[in-house]
C-alpha cells in the first residue's frame, strides 16, 4: 500500500465520509450550525512540514516480513479477537507498530533486539524461528517473558514484552475498534450539562443548590449574554 | 539572489508586531479607530475552521502515530505551530542554566491552544512589595486595570462565578458548566483539607457575547483551536475582525529583525524577513507595537542598535530582558479506586478544568514562601491517545488485586475496567522577579536568518523551591482526604518537590518590565517605552510580576489601557 492509499485507509478507517454536527449556534455565517457537514479531507491537519515528514516516514519500511509475522502473532495474543472485540491485527496494530518506530526512533533497537532474542530462544528451544513452531511452543516463551519469575524480571524477554504491550494496548485502544470496545462515548458536538443523575446518585454526590441556580442552563445557551442587568 | 532591501511605499499609522493577545488586541481597537495598521506575524496565516489546517474533533487514528507528541510537544492535534525547539532557531543557556523557551509561529500564536484559564489580578497581586518587601510593586493598582478587566470580559467572554473572594475580584462571568465526576471527588477532598475549590474562570463561550461567535459545543478541545470561535484564541477573536474592517494589512512569515529608527531617536519602522523568499523588508510606521511575546520583543529591541542607542533600543536603563521570570509549576498524579469500572457517558465538557483552587493562604505569614499558588486539575473519561493503556497493572495492584493479566482478554478487560479513574494535579504559582534571572543576545550565535539569538540566565530561588514542597503536601493531603491513591513516588528534595524548569509553564514575562523611573523600568504604565515615545510594548514583556494568575487577560486588559492612550496621544498629534 503507498502512501496515500495507506492515509486514506486510515482516514476511511475513521469516522466515514463526513462528521454530522448536532450544535446549533446563532447565526448562520458561524461556521457550525446545526446540520451543518463538515467534509473529510485527507489529511489530518499538517503543516506542509509535517506532511514532509510523514511521506517520508511512509516511503521507508524498518520491519522485515518476518519481524512484521512475529509482531502480528505477538500482538493478537496480547490482544485476540473475542466475542465483544476484534484482534490487534484486525485493528491495524502491526502497521501502527511499524510507524511509530520510525516516527520516535528509539523504540527500533529494544524492537529489534527483541524480536530477535525471541527468535534465539525459539533455536535453542525447538530448533526453528519464532514464527515456524507451534503455537504450542510459541506460547511456551510467550508465557516465560509474560510472566517471569521474579529474578528475571528485567531479563531481555520480559522488558522486551513489557514494551512490545504497551505499543499493542496502545496502539489498539486508539483505533476505532478499541474506541468501540472501551465505549469511548467523547469527541463529538453536544450540550453537557453534568454528570448523568443516576450516576451522581450512585456515587453519592449531588450539584450544591447555589451553584445550580447560575450554571449553564441547555436552554438559554445559545442566547447572546445579555450584561444589562448584571451586577458584579 | 539581490539583496537589496524591499521598502514598503506605504506609511502606516501603526506597525504591529505579533499576532497573540497583545498584538491582536491592539490590531482590534485600532482598525476600528480607522488608523491603518500593519500586523506582522512570523508564521502562517491560520484559521482553526480551515479544513486543511482543523485538528478538532479528529480521531487518534487519523494520526498515524496516534496523537504522539513527536513533532508537536503538546501531541499531533494541540494548534501550536512550534514548540521548545525551533528547526534553524536556536537559543542558547549560560551555566547551568535550563530554560526551556516555547515559540508558536502561527497567526495568533500561542493563543490557539492556550489553557483558558482568565484570572483578573487582585489588588495584592499589583503591589506584593508592600506586603512582603520582595521584588517591586507595578506603577498602577487593580483599580486602574479593572475597567479594562470588564471591558475583556464582555467583548472575548469568560466563565465563572461571582465568589467575593480577597484578591480574585470576580468580572463579568457568562455561566459555568457544572463540574465533572472526578472533579466532586476532589472537592470533598480538598474542603475536608482546608482547600478551596471553585468553578473555574475560562475564556470558553458557554453563551455567546455576540453573532460572531458559536457557543462551546463541549469537545474539551480547546486546545486545537475552536472552528465555532467558542473559546479565545486572537486569530479568531481579535484579528478576524480586525483585519475585516479593511484598515489592517496582514504580513505573516515575516520574522522582524529590528525595529528601525532615525537620528532623533524615534522609531520609524520594522525591519523584516520574509520567509517565504528569505529578503530583507521595511515597514514605516509612525508608531511602532512589539508584541512579539515577553523574549521575542525583548530580542528585537536588544537587536535593534544605533547610534543612539548602543545598548539596544528602549533600553538605557540596561534592563531590557531583565526581570524574566516563569509561573512554577509542580504536579502529582493520582487514582481514584471508587472510578474503576465506572458508567460511561460523554464527559468531555470544555476544554479545561470545571473547577479550581484559588490561592486560600494570603493570610498565613509561617509558610516560608510568600507568594501563593493556584490548583489546576484534570481528569476524567478523556480520548486516548498514544500513550493511553502503559500502566494498567499497577493500577490494578493498588487496589489490592494481585492477578496478571500479561496478554489476552483478560489484559483487554482491565484497560477497559480502569480507563477513567486517574487524574491529575498541578499547581502554578508566583515566582519573584530578579534582575539576575534574564535573557540577553549570544553575540556568538545567529538563527538561520542571521539574527542574533537569545541566552538564558536564570535560576529558581529558595521560595520557588518551598512553594513546590508546600503545593506537593497539599496535593497528598487532599488526595488522602478524598480517598485517592497518589501515583508514583513523591517528588522530594533531589528534584526540588518537582519544580518544573523555568519556561516550562509558559508564562514567561517581565523582560520590559514598566514602571514610573526610567532608570529602572523600560516602559511607562501605558506600555510606552521611556526612551522612545512612538514605541509600544504590549506582551507579557512589560509585567513587574505575574501574580499566580495565567497573564493573558492582563495582557489583554493592559493592551487595551495602552492603545487607548495611545489612541489619544495618535488624535492629539504627540506621536
Given amino acids: 500500500m503507498d502512501r496515500r492509499e495507506s492515509l486514506k485507509a486510515l482516514v476511511l478507517g475513521g469516522v466515514g465520509s463526513s462528521l454530522f454536527l448536532s450544535s446549533c449556534v446563532t447565526d448562520k455565517k458561524s461556521p457550525i450550525v446545526e446540520g451543518d457537514i463538515i467534509e473529510e479531507k485527507e489529511g489530518y491537519g499538517r503543516t506542509p512540514a509535517e506532511e514532509k515528514r510523514d511521506e517520508d516516514l511512509y516511503s521507508k519500511t524498518f520491519f522485515s516480513k518476518e ?26 496494530v502491526p502497521e501502527f507498530i511499524e510507524f511509530i518506530v520510525k516516527d520516535i526512533p528509539e523504540h527500533q533497537i529494544p524492537m529489534r533486539g527483541g524480536l530477535m532474542w525471541i527468535n534465539r530462544e525459539s533455536n535453542k528451544h525447538f530448533e526453528a524461528a519464532f514464527n515456524e513452531i507451534s503455537k504450542e511452543n510459541q506460547m511456551e516463551i510467550i508465557d516465560n517473558m509474560a510472566y517471569p519469575r521474579a529474578f528475571e524480571e528485567n531479563s531481555p524477554g520480559p522488558v522486551f514484552f513489557r514494551n512490545i504491550r504497551n505499543l499493542v494496548v496502545t496502539g489498539y485502544f486508539t483505533s476505532e475498534p478499541g474506541f468501540k470496545y472501551l465505549d469511548y462515548r467523547g469527541n463529538t458536538p453536544n450540550v453537557w450539562d453534568g454528570v448523568p443523575a443516576y450516576v451522581l446518585e450512585k456515587h453519592g454526590m449531588k450539584y450544591d443548590e447555589g451553584f445550580l441556580k447560575v450554571a449553564m442552563d441547555p436552554a438559554t445557551r445559545n442566547e447572546v449574554m445579555d450584561w444589562n442587568n448584571y451586577e458584579v | 539572489m539581490s539583496f537589496q532591501i524591499k521598502k514598503q511605499s506605504t506609511k502606516y499609522d501603526v506597525c504591529i508586531v505579533g499576532s497573540g493577545a497583545g ?21 502562517p496565516d491560520f484559521d482553526p475552521a480551515n479544513k486543511e489546517q482543523r485538528t478538532q474533533l479528529r480521531w487518534p487514528w487519523e494520526s498515524p502515530r496516534r496523537g504522539a507528541a513527536t513533532t508537536r510537544p503538546f501531541g499531533d492535534f494541540d494548534m501550536a505551530y512550534g514548540g521548545w525547539e525551533l528547526e534553524g532557531e536556536p537559543y542558547t543557556q549560560n551555566g547551568n542554566t535550563e530554560f526551556a523557551w516555547f515559540r508558536s509561529r502561527m497567526l495568533g500564536g500561542r493563543t490557539n491552544h492556550w489553557g483558558r484559564i482568565s484570572l483578573r489580578f487582585g489588588p495584592l497581586d499589583f503591589k506584593r512589595k508592600d506586603f512582603d518587601g520582595k521584588g517591586d510593586n ?36 457568562l455561566p459555568p458548566p457544572k463540574p465533572r465526576l472526578h472533579e466532586l471527588y476532589i472537592k470533598k477532598g480538598a474542603n475536608q483539607a482546608g482547600v478551596p475549590m471553585i468553578p473555574s474562570r475560562l475564556s470558553i463561550l458557554t453563551r455567546p457575547v455576540n453573532k460572531e461567535r458559536g457557543a462551546c459545543f463541549f469537545c474539551n478541545q480547546c ?12 486569530s479568531s477573536v481579535l484579528v478576524k475582525p480586525a483585519v475585516k474592517t479593511g484598515n489592517v494589512d496582514l504580513y ?8 528601525l529608527t532615525n537620528g532623533e531617536g524615534e522609531a520609524t519602522g520594522v525591519s523584516y524577513i520574509d520567509k517565504d523568499d528569505l529578503r530583507d523588508y521595511e515597514i514605516k510606521a509612525k508608531v511602532v507595537i512589539l508584541a512579539a511575546s515577553a523574549c521575542s520583543s525583548a530580542r528585537i529591541l536588544l537587536n535593534s542598535k544605533s547610534a543612539q542607542h548602543p545598548n539596544g533600543l528602549a533600553n538605557s536603563s540596561g534592563v531590557v530582558g531583565k526581570y524574566l521570570h516563569d509561573s512554577t509549576g509542580s504536579s502529582r498524579m493520582g487514582f481514584i479506586p471508587q472510578l474503576v469500572d465506572r458508567e460511561r457517558y460523554n464527559e468531555d465538557g470544555v476544554g479545561g478544568m470545571h473547577l479550581y483552587t484559588p490561592w486560600w493562604l494570603n493570610d498565613s505569614k509561617d509558610l516560608g514562601f510568600t507568594r501563593g499558588y493556584h490548583i489546576e486539575y484534570w481528569g476524567g473519561m478523556s480520548m486516548p491517545a498514544y500513550g493511553f493503556g502503559f500502566n494498567t497493572q499497577a493500577l490494578k495492584e493498588i487496589t489490592g488485586d494481585t492477578s496478571r493479566n500479561a496478554y489476552g482478554t483478560g489484559l483487554k478487560k482491565d484497560v477497559k475496567k480502569f480507563y477513567g479513574a486517574t487524574f491529575g494535579m498541578a499547581g502554578r504559582g508566583e515566582s519573584i522577579p530578579r534582575k539576575e534571572n534574564y535573557c540577553e543576545i549570544d553575540s ?16 529558581w530561588s529558595d521560595e520557588e523551591v518551598k512553594q513546590a514542597r508546600h503545593m506537593q503536601d497539599t496535593f497528598e493531603e487532599v488526595m488522602h482526604n478524598m ?86 496621544q495618535l488624535k492629539k498629534g504627540n506621536v
Fill in chain 2, 483 to 568: 480517598g485517592a491513591v497518589p501515583l508514583g513516588d513523591k517528588p522530594g528534595k533531589e528534584t526540588n518537590y518537582g519544580l518544573e524548569n523555568p519556561g516550562k509553564i509558559i508564562h514567561e514575562v517581565g523582560t520590559t518590565r514598566m514602571g514610573k523611573d526610567s532608570k529602572n523600568s523600560v516602559v511607562n504604565e501605558f506600555n510606552q517605552a521611556h526612551d522612545v515615545p512612538n514605541l509600544f510594548v504590549m506582551d507579557g514583556g512589560p509585567f513587574v510580576s505575574q501574580a499566580d494568575k495565567n497573564p493573558t487577560w492582563t495582557i489583554l486588559a493592559l493592551a487595551w489601557r495602552a492603545t487607548d492612550y495611545l489612541t489619544e
Fill in chain 2, 138 to 173: 507595578w506603577p498602577i493598582g487593580y483599580e486602574d486595570v479593572k475597567p479594562y478587566y470588564d471591558k475583556v470580559d464582555k467583548l472575548i467572554g469568560v466563565f465563572g462565578t461571582k465568589e467575593n473572594l480577597p484578591n480574585e475580584p470576580d468580572g463579568f462571568f
Fill in chain 2, 223 to 234: 486546545s486545537r483551536s475552536c472552528m465555532a470561535y467558542a473559546d479565545f484564541s486572537s
Fill in chain 2, 252 to 259: 505573516v512569515n515575516a520574522m522582524v529583525r529590528e525595529v
Fill in chain 2, 23 to 43: 498584538g491582536g488586541m491592539a490590531a482590534k481597537l485600532l482598525a476600528d479607530a480607522g488608523f491603518k495598521i500593519a500586523l506582522l506575524e512570523a508564521g
Fill in chain 1, 67 to 92: 519481524e512484521m509475522a512475529t509482531i502480528s502473532i505477538l500482538a493478537d495474543i496480547i490482544i485476540p479477537e473475542d466475542e465483544e472485540s476484534v484482534s490487534a491485527t484486525e485493528a491495524g
Fill in chain 2, 444 to 459: 556568538n550565535t545567529v538563527d538561520k536568518y542571521g539574527i542574533p539569538v537569545l541566552k538564558f540566565n536564570y535560576t
